[in-house]
């Protein structure tokens, strides 16, 4: 996937999780966040951040904020994808001739149970359930998920292990939104369940 009309600007302040306001060039704007987690160790005043520049003539806001750069304690600057649209869409692209053959029928949004899942997938005779789970938290090129509790994800866990259960292939894809990553793993500080319901989904 690709943007089509991107400039940079200075963040300024985060008025509530739909908005930010940011500086460029002369001027204040007023921006549409395109992920409405908390993102606090991403936003934070002064630091870089891109956004997408709207076609539309009747939005409110011109822009989308779609990246930030985050400063990193070796001094060196991480390019980091906020645009919590990002992950479906590049999955989308990845799916058929990635995980799954050419061939494969991808639906999008598909309930199973008391869950909705970002991917029903049928490739031969294979039947798959697929969630999406957007990174954008990293500490000394480590990246974790959840940047915040989660018992939607949990939810999204129990649904697969159940689909799995009960005949189903079951699938949990992290994006990592960003480069020079070594490794993954559950965020068990922010929130232990979480952590422990991957743990369980892998077992099973």
């Given at each position: 996937?690709?943007?089509?009309?991107?400039?940079?600007?200075?963040?300024?302040?985060?008025p509530?999780?739909f908005?930010?306001?940011?500086?460029?060039?002369?001027?204040?704007e007023?921006?549409?966040?395109?992920?409405?987690?908390?993102?606090?160790?991403?936003?934070?005043?002064?630091c870089?951040?891109?956004?997408?520049?709207?076609?539309?003539?009747?939005?409110?806001?011109?822009?989308?904020?779609?990246?930030?750069?985050?400063?990193?304690?070796?001094?060196?600057?991480?390019?980091?994808?906020?645009?919590?649209?990002?992950?479906?869409?590049?999955?989308?692209?990845?799916?058929?001739?990635?995980?799954?053959?050419?061939?494969?029928?991808?639906?999008?949004?598909?309930?199973?149970?008391?869950?909705?899942?970002?991917?029903?997938?049928?490739?031969?005779?294979?039947?798959?359930?697929?969630?999406?789970?957007?990174?954008?938290?990293?500490?000394?090129?480590?990246?974790?998920?959840?940047?915040?509790?989660?018992?939607?994800?949990?939810?999204?866990?129990?649904?697969?292990?159940?689909?799995?259960?009960?005949?189903?292939?079951?699938?949990?894809?992290?994006?990592?939104?960003?480069?020079?990553?070594?490794?993954?793993?559950?965020?068990?500080?922010?929130?232990?369940?979480?952590?422990?319901?991957?743990?369980?989904?892998?077992?099973?």
């Amino acid at each position: 996937m690709k943007y089509k009309k991107t400039v940079s600007g200075t963040f300024l302040s985060r008025p509530n999780r739909f908005i930010a306001k940011v500086k460029i060039g002369d001027s204040v704007e007023t921006v549409h966040v395109k992920n409405t987690g908390r993102c606090r160790e991403l936003l934070i005043e002064g630091c870089r951040v891109y956004l997408e520049e709207s076609d539309n003539p009747n939005r409110k806001t011109r822009y989308d904020l779609i990246a930030v750069e985050k400063q990193r304690e070796n001094g060196r600057k991480l390019l980091i994808n906020m645009d919590s649209m990002a992950p479906n869409a590049a999955a989308a692209e990845w799916l058929s001739g990635g995980l799954f053959s050419k061939k494969a029928e991808i639906k999008r949004e598909m309930t199973y149970g008391d869950s909705r899942f970002d991917f029903y997938i049928e490739d031969g005779e294979e039947k798959a359930f697929l969630e999406v789970k957007g990174v954008t938290l990293e500490n000394n090129g480590i990246a974790l998920f959840p940047d915040a509790p989660t018992d939607r994800g949990i939810k999204h866990i129990n649904g697969l292990i159940k689909a799995k259960e009960d005949g189903y292939k079951a699938y949990i894809l992290f994006v990592i939104q960003m480069k020079e990553v070594t490794a993954f793993t559950a965020n068990d500080v922010t929130h232990k369940a979480f952590g422990e319901a991957l743990r369980k989904a892998r077992k099973s």
